[in-house]
């Protein structure tokens, strides 16, 4: 399903409230940080906490969840290796609006395949408009995590392409950050992502 041709008979529209201006106003950088790891390795539970944060420091957010994507953007596709690289696709371009609209867009997809999160990356006018953030977490505790029991099912071949059990995960190889979720607290990961974000100017240091 995965498409890459443009619209015909379309002319690009310039806005006169740019970027710049909307990111001026709200007080920091707009990016897409993308959360990627194995299930249940904490990228939902960790961005959803980053918003948190960042919403007290006044910060324009907004998480993209993977399941909740699947509700709706996404919910006409499957998990075959093109259904994933299409999802991919479609978070991708719509996080880059959310960054033309000077918002913090967190993004929590497994999204399993290298080459896949690298064209996200290439999608945006600047690549340090992408922060690829890596939730490191051994698949034994990711199973050990697993209330909805997906894990099980997948080991039972009940639910197939399931990725770290009969589908593969390609770990980045050149993540900005990588997050051991199975060694430091929800807060100590958040420290970790506000850090880069402060050193990378996207948002003032508190």
Known sequence: ??????????VWHRATVTRRRR????????VILWFT??????????????????????CRTFVCDGD??????CGDLGFSDEDRAENVRRIGQMAKLFVEGGVIALTAFISPFRVDRQRVRMMVDNSKDFIEVFCDCPLEICEQRD????????RRGEIPDFTGISSP??????????????EYTVEQCVQKVLALLEERGVVAPK
């Not at 209330?147 to 997948?154: D, E, N, S, T």
């Open 37 to 58: 790891g194995l299930s249940g390795s904490g990228k939902s539970t960790l961005a959803h906490a980053l918003e948190e944060e960042l919403h007290q420091r006044g």
């Open 23 to 30: 990111e001026r106003q709200n007080g920091h950088r707009g």
């Open 68 to 73: 909740n994507v699947r509700h709706g953007l």
């Open 147 to 154: 209330v909805k029991g997906l894990y099980q099912r997948a």
């Open 1 to 10: 399903m995965t498409s890459t041709t443009e619209s015909s008979n379309t």
């Open 169 to 182: 995960y390609e770990t980045p190889q050149n993540a900005d950050l990588i997050v051991k979720t199975s």
